[in-house]
């Protein structure tokens, strides 16, 4: 499938070879060992460092290369179909590094920016919890302030990067009493006293990627580790909501793309009755209705892209790109299972991988029913 992309320029696509190698060499070989225990290595985030491919938009005073967000969506596009690693590397790059970009004091931003630049410090997010799911407003977790410190306790479950990482930013109540004005954010090095870290939790699919438990228990964060202003955290939250779903299209994208494709060479290759898989009616019909559909998507995600670089993204078009490109990408992976007959069920066929860690793709960033919703209400 061939589609002119106008929104990447040349040293985009030189950046693209870049994360396709580093992926077929640190990454692709692992990733099978790594879905065994639940976890990838955190060496491999060292690897990343060293050839450049983290934290692309960090400027050059905080140690990173200053370059543009089309940067993170290679890096996103390209590790889609490695189940999904991709994830794990945005919640670092792009998500936790946006937060202390946009929100952090300067001290904060030499203290963390420079290491998770080299891979030395892992980030992840703490927001959702047992009870509340990614209800902001409903969280229990409380950060008391007493004197020079915040006082720390609460749980926090679904965290992507939660067992392997070093900085974490915990959505907390520092005013229980004020809703969504009470919550706040606090930069917490994993380190302190009274962290702890869960074993990593049995997925279904994305097997090889981080999701954990945090426990947070009287953990003394210094008061100078709040990110932004107290009681501003659900609106900091909020603001970084349309990148990070764009983010999930353009995974849930990408790995559609891929899906489609070696599904195309494998019906051309297999045969039943005497002629290709790919020679069937059904076949070609089926795989023109997913090509007709991925392009509809893809250019989709590439207009929100372009509204992106411009400034004028806003939390609708991404919350529509979100619930429907993954709705597509669960549809595809359907589609191209049954296409490979009984080897699509087989768990080391890259296609069964694809269907099971597609599922996620409508359930985090917000499920795709609370995506509606949020479309209905400007109706």
């Known amino acids: 499938m061939t589609i002119n992309r106008e929104i990447f320029r040349p040293e985009h696509d030189l950046f693209r070879d870049t994360v396709r190698r580093f992926l077929q060499k640190e990454v692709a070989p692992h990733l099978d060992r790594w879905a065994e225990r639940g976890c990838f290595d955190a060496s491999v985030f060292r690897a990343a460092g060293d050839v450049g491919v983290l934290c692309p938009t960090v400027p050059e005073a905080y140690g990173g290369p200053g370059a543009d967000f089309l940067y993170s969506a290679v890096l996103l596009e390209e590790a889609a179909p490695l189940s999904n690693f991709g994830l794990s590397l945005t919640m670092h790059s792009e998500i936790v590094t946006n937060y202390f970009l946009h929100f952090a004091s300067e001290a904060l931003k030499a203290q963390w920016l420079p290491r998770m630049v080299t891979g030395e410090a892992i980030g992840a997010l703490a927001m959702t919890e047992p009870d509340g799911g990614s209800d902001v407003k409903a969280v229990r977790s409380t950060a008391v302030r007493q004197g020079d410190h915040y006082v720390l306790n609460g749980a926090k479950t679904f965290i992507s990067n939660a067992t392997t990482c070093d900085v974490v930013i915990v959505v907390a109540k520092t005013d229980p009493a004020a809703g969504a004005k009470g919550v706040s954010l ?6 302190l006293p009274g962290v702890k870290k869960g074993q990593p939790l049995k997925k279904i699919g994305l097997k090889s990627q981080d999701t954990g438990e945090l426990f947070f228990e009287d953990v003394h964060v210094p008061a100078d580790q709040l990110l932004g202003e107290e ?5 900091y939250l909020m603001k970084e909501l349309p990148w990070e779903r764009l983010q999930i299209a353009i995974s849930a994208i990408a790995a559609a793309e891929d899906a489609y494709r070696t599904t195309l060479e494998y019906v051309r290759g297999r045969r039943a009755f005497g002629q290709a898989v790919a ?10 209705e997913l090509k ?14 372009q509204l992106m670089a411009e400034g004028r993204l806003d939390a609708q ?19 191209c299972v049954q ?41």
């Open 317 to 335: 078009e991404a919350t529509m790109a979100k619930y429907w490109c993954s709705d597509l990408q669960c549809k595809v992976v359907d589609a």
């Open 186 to 191: 606090l930069v917490v090095d994993t380190l």
């Open 339 to 379: 296409l490979h007959g009984g080897y699509g069920f087989m768990a080391e066929v890259p296609i069964a991988r694809a269907y099971v860690d597609a599922r996620a793709q409508r359930i985090y960033g917000g499920t795709n029913e609370i995506m509606k919703e949020l479309i209905s209400r400007d109706l």
């Open 231 to 235: 009681g501003r955290g659900f609106g």
């Open 292 to 305: 007709t559909e991925i392009q509809i998507g893809r250019t989709f995600v590439d207009r929100c892209l």
């Open 279 to 288: 020679d069937f009616q059904n076949t070609r019909f089926v795989l023109a």
